[in-house]
T-cell receptor, first 116, second 109 residues
Framework: GAVVSQHPSWVICKSGTSVKIECRSL??????MFWYRQFPKQSLMLMAT?????????EQGVEKDKFLINHASLTLSTLTVTSAHPEDSSFYIC????????????FGPGTRLTVL | DAKTTQPNSMESNEEEPVHLPCNHS???????IHWYRQLPSQGPEYVIH???SNVNNRMASLAIAEDRKSSTLILHRATLRDAAVYYC??????????FGQGTILTVHP
């Protein structure tokens, strides 16, 4: 089946630094990728949708200048958390859709971000 | 906002069938019903989806009410590995998924 990877799986950083999270579709071309955030004991919240080669569409309340999303190729999307603060600590999960399986999203394993 | 309602939690015994209900009374005619599940500290995993007809795959069955206002995910023989949070989601074909709180399924040995 389709596999999505994320790197790193966890990261600890100091407040004020920027962190980049990579999301890769390993065996298929992802026409669309999604980024979610999940706080402890809560559900997933969609942050943004990105299509290869175009700007990401952010959900209401998500700061696009703080959460930079780049979808430069059909297999790679990156999320950069700029000037991270403790309240940005969360579980970040990406997902990807393939054109031929338009009703199914393949999720990555998630990245645990802890900001000190 | 999530438009589906699910029980907060359910319990089952191993090797017994599990029926997970979901209400989606405001679903539009073109929205699919998707089910995903999430194990602790992992990304969600696709389970099944359907539009109008009942669906079966290797993981589960999806029974959709004739009026499409509700559906039931059926795990035919629960195993300990099926313990997870199960999300029922209305979704469009272009892929945006809005997750609700889901149902926490506990499977007892």
């Amino acid at each position: 089946g389709a596999v999505v990877s994320q790197h790193p799986s966890w990261v600890i950083c100091k407040s004020g630094t920027s962190v980049k999270i990579e999301c890769r579709s390993l065996d298929f071309q992802a026409t669309t990728m999604f980024w979610y955030r999940q706080f402890p004991k809560q559900s997933l919240m969609l942050m943004a949708t990105s299509n290869e080669g175009s700007k990401a569409t952010y959900e209401q309340g998500v700061e696009k200048d703080k959460f930079l999303i780049n979808h430069a190729s059909l297999t790679l999307s990156t999320l950069t958390v700029t000037s991270a603060h403790p309240e940005d600590s969360s579980f970040y999960i990406c997902s990807a859709k393939e054109r031929s399986h338009y009703n199914e999203q393949f999720f990555g394993p998630g990245t645990r971000l802890t900001v000190l | 906002d999530a438009k589906t309602t699910q029980p907060n939690s359910m319990e089952s015994n191993e090797e017994e069938p599990v029926h997970l209900p979901c209400n989606h009374s405001t679903i539009s005619g073109t929205d699919y019903i998707h089910w995903y599940r999430q194990l602790p500290s992992q990304g969600p995993e696709y389970v099944i989806h359907g539009l109008t007809s009942n669906v079966n795959n290797r993981m589960a069955s999806l029974a959709i009410a004739e009026d499409r206002k509700s559906s039931t995910l059926i795990l035919h023989r629960a195993t300990l590995r099926d313990a997870a949070v199960y999300y029922c989601i209305e979704g469009t074909s272009y892929g945006k998924l809005t997750f609700g709180q889901g149902t926490i399924l506990t499977v007892h040995p």
